[in-house]
């Protein structure tokens, strides 16, 4: 009740001479979809992030310089499938993206065929994909500085 009472108070001293002042903000653009992956671009204060959310709650957060190196190393999945296709038996390859942070994991098995899986090891975090739907992710956020300059702008125009 009390924070409650601040809030209104604050917005009486605000509103009386016209002016408002944006302290603390999270804008989120729900930029696409993949499969059951979401693609959410967020934007606070301070930071900027591309969440790769799916359907069970997980995020995957990356920054912008993040994102560059995935799409780097996403464009080789089909060179890493055609080199487990042509191998027998369950296979497994782990690539460091980013050290302490980001971590893409290729694996064949006859349970789940092929996939990439993506894991963000400072929140515990992964999303899976297929082959065909990483390629997609790839270029979806090959252009992901600019996604993050566009909402930069629109949001200073906003907060000026």
């Known amino acids: 009740m009390k924070r409650l009472l ?20 999270v804008f989120q653009w729900e930029y696409d979809q993949i499969g ?22 997980t995020c995957v957060v990356l920054s912008v310089n993040d994102v560059t190196l995935l799409v780097d190393q996403l464009r080789k ?43 963000d090891q400072k929140n515990w975090d992964s999303i899976y994909l297929s082959r065909r739907e990483t390629g997609k992710l790839a270029d979806l956020l090959s252009n992901s500085s600019n996604l993050i300059s566009f909402i930069n702008k629109r949001m200073s125009k906003c907060l000026d």
């Open 6 to 25: 601040f809030l209104l108070l604050g917005t009486i001293i605000f509103t009386q001479d016209d002016s408002y002042f944006v302290e603390e903000y």
């Open 36 to 57: 059951d992956i979401e693609i959410i671009i967020e934007l606070d204060e301070m930071n900027s992030s591309i969440n790769l959310c799916s359907s069970t709650t």
């Open 77 to 119: 999945t089909n060179d890493i499938y055609a080199r487990f296709k042509s191998t027998e038996g369950d296979l497994k390859e782990e690539v460091v993206v980013v050290e302490d942070k980001l971590e893409v994991e290729y694996s064949k098995d006859i349970t789940n065929g092929f996939r990439v899986k993506i894991y």
